[in-house]
T-cell receptor
Framework: QKEVEQNSGPLSVPEGAIASLNCTYSDRGSQSFFWYRQYSGKSPELIMFIYSNGDKEDGRFTAQLNKASQYVSLLIRDSQPSDSATYLCAAPNQAGTALIFGKGTTLSVSS | EPEVTQTPSHQVTQMGQEVILRCVPISNHLYFYWYRQILGQKVEFLVSFYNNEISEKSEIFDDQFSVERPDGSNFTLKIRSTKLEDSAMYFC????????????FGPGTRLLVL
């Protein structure tokens, strides 16, 4: 059974700092990973996905994937109070027919 | 920007009653999903649907659950005889032909079973 693990936090950073969110996964065969943002009481919102080892940047967000270490991370530069949310890491199951989610890490950005 | 829509946003029902949750996926998407999230817990996969049939279902998706695509736009989740433990947020998601793994979520239906 594939598992995706995240530290539940909360992770607290001051406004303007870099927030680093981490995720580990159990299945060495996993090829793709997704980061979703979820505000309290709302639905998951796709932020980024990454398939290849290395870094992928999109605006203030950078996803990093290290398949050898089975580790994926999300960096948020210049953190804003509006970034305060729970960040969900997800990976597809083997057949690609479902996403397996971690419990999420709660980020709090203070102004 | 196209988005997944869901109705109703909230549903309160009595234990044992049937509920139908409705979703309109993004129009050119072909893969459809239902997930649920019990308050304070992780998002859990229920079922995936492609080409008018279920492609995968989880252990949660037992005989009380069913899905249907009654027309070209709607995708429904029916819970036949609701239980207290069915109280949760139910999210519909859809994915495109080019990349079924990239899923976009609707706003959810909050179901409360009394």
């Amino acid at each position: 059974q594939k598992e995706v693990e995240q530290n539940s936090g909360p992770l607290s950073v001051p406004e303007g700092a870099i927030a680093s969110l981490n995720c580990t996964y159990s299945d060495r065969g996993s090829q793709s990973f997704f980061w979703y943002r979820q505000y309290s009481g709302k639905s998951p919102e796709l932020i980024m996905f990454i398939y290849s080892n290395g870094d992928k940047e999109d605006g203030r967000f950078t996803a990093q994937l290290n398949k050898a270490s089975q580790y994926v991370s999300l960096l948020i530069r210049d953190s804003q109070p509006s970034d305060s949310a729970t960040y969900l890491c997800a990976a597809p199951n083997q057949a690609g027919t479902a996403l397996i989610f971690g419990k999420g890490t709660t980020l709090s950005v203070s102004s | 920007e196209p988005e997944v829509t869901q109705t109703p946003s909230h549903q309160v029902t009595q234990m044992g009653q049937e509920v139908i949750l409705r979703c309109v996926p993004i129009s050119n998407h072909l893969y459809f999903y239902w997930y649920r999230q019990i308050l304070g817990q992780k998002v859990e996969f229920l079922v995936s649907f492609y080409n008018n049939e279920i492609s995968e279902k989880s252990e949660i998706f037992d005989d009380q659950f069913s899905v249907e695509r009654p027309d070209g736009s709607n995708f429904t989740l029916k819970i036949r005889s609701t239980k207290l433990e069915d109280s949760a947020m139910y999210f519909c998601a859809s994915g495109g032909l080019a990349d079924q793994e990239t899923q976009y979520f609707g706003p959810g239906t909050r179901l409360l079973v009394l």
